[in-house]
């Protein structure tokens, strides 16, 4: 695309300049033109180590893209268009045959008339049969004759959970039903919202690769910890041994050399009455070697004791760590990954900017879903939601459904003073199922119980919580 301005150069002049817009995927570029043709400058500079082909580079003149030996729909009628893929040198995916051979048409279009001509089923640009070869020049028509009449409307494609996948001028019926294909009002609205949504996705994509590499790497330091301290308690949890060494050593003091490195003693305490070497500090009485070993005695004690509160503390924060990596997943927008970075904040595992937090003043809903019977199943997406659901939101007489020792949603069916049937109950196993770490499996154990067996401990982080008077239910996150 070209556009023409008028601008007044250094002198006062007038004189036009021309803004070539060249819009060809990787290779796209803005080029800046004096009214002689002469590059002033461009967004991407082109020397000849980047390109023998062609140079874009200030003071050159401007030459246009090399053409492309392709077939202009609107000059080629559907018998030429056929002799052409039937000419291709090498046997091609019909799409991609297609795609070589026309100008100005995109891929989900090359698909869309393989997938009209070929019944669904694939075809190549040597193998196809005469009828499919016949169908596709009818469907070639068709798409011509839409060009020249501009009958084209815009359509949207997206998959299941609302992702705009691409968009097109005809209708798209080759995702069959795992897209949703809906029209626009304006090819304008169309591009509009394709590309705003796509941005939102793009940016939520680079937040949550944030988010999860710093979730990756506090999962890795606390399990790095965890396994040190286990294998220190390994440790203490073997300190019986150096009592019977202040034991033996006690026992034996007149018998032992002061200055001696070590100590052959009998050992009482073994049935066998074996012989215990005892490695002896020379530097030390005998006696000051009795209280080392009760010394390391008692520290090996006091250390099995701090170690298991210790490692206590550091796999409950690994749980913790492993449910925002569940609420990472169910993130539908950007304001979900907010409340994440919120909550991790509050937790102290990291710092944002108070003005941002304070922007933030209205709170996301949890997911709302209508079952048999006509109850409603809230289902808590983050931490922060999930203690808002249980011990706000919902009343103790309203049921209360998590998996069963794997991360997921807190999810309750609200009674509203009604007892909920056998499938109502099912109805919310399955959504509680769904939403977990349990998502892909058949069958998930689902505990249940009323809200008013739920309690927080003091202390506890967001989402930890324990419940009493429960019972086990399986359910199903496919259906």
């Not at 190549?124 to 409307?153: H, N, P, V």
């Not at 591009?191 to 793009?202: G, H, I, P, T």
């Not at 941002?356 to 949890?366: A, D, G, L, N």
């Amino acid at each position: 695309m070209h556009f023409t301005f008028e601008a007044t150069n250094e002198l006062g002049d007038r004189v036009k300049l021309i803004l070539s817009i060249e819009i060809m995927s990787k290779y796209s570029n803005i080029i800046l033109t004096d009214e002689n043709g002469v590059i002033i400058d461009a967004l991407k500079r082109v020397d000849a180590e980047m390109s023998s082909q062609r140079l874009v580079l200030p003071g050159l003149e401007y030459a246009l893209p090399p053409a492309q030996d392709k077939l202009n729909m609107l000059e080629t009628k559907a018998a030429d268009f056929l002799a052409r893929i039937k000419a291709l040198p090498k046997d091609t995916e019909l799409s991609k045959a297609i795609l070589s051979v026309l100008q100005g048409v995109s891929p989900v279009v090359c698909r869309e008339l393989e997938y009209q001509a070929g019944r669904g089923r694939e075809l190549s640009s040597k193998t196809m049969s005469d009828e499919d070869a016949f169908r596709l020049g009818f469907f070639y028509q068709k798409l011509k004759e839409t060009l020249e009449e501009t009958a084209g409307k815009p359509y949207m494609i997206a998959d299941k959970n609302g992702k705009p996948m691409d968009f097109s001028f005809i209708e798209i019926h080759q995702f069959g039903t795992s897209a949703v294909v809906r029209s626009s009002e304006s090819f304008s609205g169309l591009l509009e919202a394709f590309y705003s949504e796509r941005d939102k996705l793009e940016r939520m994509k680079v937040k949550e690769q944030d988010l999860l590499k710093l979730l990756s790497n506090l999962y890795e330091r606390t399990s790095r910890k965890i396994n040190n301290q286990r294998a220190e308690l390994e440790k203490s949890i073997d300190r019986e041994s150096l009592k019977v060494k202040g034991d033996l050593l006690s026992a034996n003091l007149y018998a032992i050399e002061k200055g001696a490195n070590s100590a052959a003693l009998l050992n009482f305490y073994d049935e066998s009455q074996s012989i215990m070497e005892i490695k002896l500090n020379p530097a030390l009485t005998p006696q000051q070697n009795a209280q080392r070993y009760y010394k390391e005695y008692s520290k090996a004690k006091t250390a099995e004791i701090k170690l298991k509160e210790q490692i206590s503390l550091a796999e409950a924060e690994l749980l913790y760590i492993d449910s925002v990596f569940e609420s990472l997943s169910l993130a539908q927008n950007e304001r979900d990954l907010s409340e994440i970075k919120t909550e991790l904040a509050d937790e102290g595992y990291l710092r944002i900017i108070r003005k941002k937090r304070e922007k933030q003043s209205k709170q996301s809903e949890p997911l709302s879903f209508t079952v048999t019977d006509g109850f409603t199943v809230l289902v808590g997406r983050n931490n922060t939601q999930n203690d808002r659901l249980t011990l706000k939101t919902a009343g103790k007489l309203d049921y209360w459904f998590h998996t069963k020792n794997i991360p997921g949603s807190h999810t309750v069916l609200l009674t509203n003073g009604k007892e909920p049937g056998e499938q109502a109950m099912q109805d919310a196993a399955n959504l509680a199922a769904k939403y977990s770490r349990g998502k892909e499996a058949a069958q998930v154990a689902v505990d249940y119980t009323q809200v008013k067996n739920v309690s927080k401990p003091h202390g506890a982080k967001p989402g930890m919580v324990i419940y009493n008077n429960f019972k086990t239910i399986y359910g199903n996150p496919l259906i």
